[in-house]
């Protein structure tokens, strides 16, 4: 019995300390994480292990332009971008402010996001389409 009891202890030691030096990366609210190293992002705030990940996000935001209409809403095809994390890093993903319909349209044609961390990072990372991605890596070899 009481091995068993410290082998519980051993694996909960080991969960704990392995989920203390994750790092955590969120977006703000007109973007979505799809996925992360291609696999589908269901909860945020997403938890990452240090080392640089493949992030698939997708920008949709709805723009208003007079209070009696409904609303046009502005979405991206998939975008990717890699980001590298350290232990314990805290991320936050944003978009530039986009305050009108053509700010969000001319935002989806270069798109890109802003890095900012608990530890004073702030970089600006561009967005690559799915086909830019796939070129990058063809020409790499």
């Known amino acids: 019995m009481k091995s068993t009891i410290r082998f519980f202890t051993a694996i909960t ?35 990452l292990a240090e080392g640089t990940h493949l992030v698939e996000l997708r920008f949709s935001d709805r723009y208003y332009t007079n209070a ?5 809403w502005v979405q991206s095809a998939p975008l990717f971008t890699q980001v590298t994390v350290t232990r314990n890093e805290v991320l936050q993903l944003a978009t530039p402010e986009l305050k009108t319909e053509a ?26 389409t799915q086909a830019q991605l796939m070129t990058q890596l063809l020409t790499r070899s």
């Open 103 to 128: 700010d969000a349209r001319q935002y989806v044609k270069q798109p890109r996001v802003l890095v900012s961390s608990d530890t004073g990072r702030n970089e600006q990372l561009q967005l690559n």
């Open 68 to 72: 009696g209409s409904s609303g046009t």
């Open 13 to 47: 030691m080991s969960l704990a300390t392995l989920g203390a030096h994750a790092a955590t990366l969120s977006v703000g609210d007109n973007l979505m994480i799809e996925s992360i190293n291609g696999k589908v992002v269901e909860n945020l705030p997403a938890t």
